[in-house]
C-alpha cells in the first residue's frame, strides 16, 4: 500500500470514526444538536475559514477519488517482497521465494555428492529470479560438473513447474564434508 493510500485510509476513517461518534452522542442526548448546527455555521461563515474550507474539500475529494478510482495495485507483478504475482484469464497466482525455495531445495537434495544446503532467492525490480545457494559437498564430487548439473535442472524444474524464468543461479561450495561411513553391528 504507497504512502497516499494510507493517508487516505487513515483520514477516511478518522472522519468517519469522529461523524460516528458525534451521532452516537447526539443520539444518547449529552450532545445538543444545536451546538454542532452552530460550529458548522461558524466554520461556513468566515471568509478566511469559508477559504480553508474549500481547500481542505478539494483536497479530500481529490484524495477520495484517487483512493477510490485509481487502485495502486494494478500491476501485474508484485515489488518483490512475497514473490512473483502470476496472472492470466483464470485468475491470480503469487509464486512466494518460499515456494521457489523449497523447490530449489528439492532438485539439489537429488544430487547424492551435495549436502546441507542453503537457499536464498531474490527478486530484482523487474521481478528477475536469482538464486543463491550454498551448500558442502563430498570429497569425490566433481564440482564443476556438479555446479553445471545443478544450475541447468534448477533453471529446467522451474521453468517446468512455474513458468518462470530464472536469470541466475549462483552455486556456493562452503566446504568439503567427510562421507559418513555406515556402521553395521
Known amino acids: 500500500m504507497k504512502i ?6 487513515v483520514l477516511f476513517s478518522t472522519i468517519i470514526l469522529w461523524l460516528s461518534v458525534v451521532a452516537l452522542l447526539s443520539i444518547a442526548g449529552w450532545l445538543d444538536l444545536n451546538l454542532i448546527i452552530e460550529s458548522v455555521k461558524l466554520i461556513l461563515t468566515g471568509e478566511i475559514a469559508q477559504k480553508i474550507t474549500v481547500g481542505v474539500s478539494i483536497l479530500l475529494i481529490l484524495l477520495a477519488v484517487k483512493c477510490i ?8 507483478t508484485s515489488n518483490g517482497k512475497d514473490g512473483i504475482l502470476l496472472e ?11 515456494t521457489i ?58 521453468k517446468k513447474s512455474l513458468d518462470l ?15 559418513k561411513e555406515n556402521k553395521e553391528n
Open 165 to 179: 524464468d530464472v536469470k541466475n543461479v549462483n552455486v556456493r561450495i562452503r566446504n568439503i564434508t567427510p562421507k
Open 101 to 158: 525455495e523449497s523447490l530449489t531445495n528439492s532438485v539439489v537434495k537429488n544430487y547424492e555428492t551435495a549436502q546441507n544446503v542453503m537457499t536464498k532467492v531474490d527478486l530484482d525490480a523487474e521481478n528477475n529470479v536469482n538464486i543463491y545457494i550454498t551448500l558442502f559437498v563430498y570429497p569425490d564430487a566433481i564440482i564443476k560438473d556438479l555446479t553445471v548439473s545443478i544450475q541447468k535442472n534448477i533453471k529446467d524444474t522451474i
Open 69 to 76: 478510482f485509481l487502485n495502486s495495485d494494478t500491476k501485474s
Open 4 to 9: 497516499l493510500d494510507k493517508i487516505g485510509l
Open 88 to 98: 492470466n484469464e483464470n485468475g491470480k497466482l503469487l509464486v512466494s521465494k518460499d
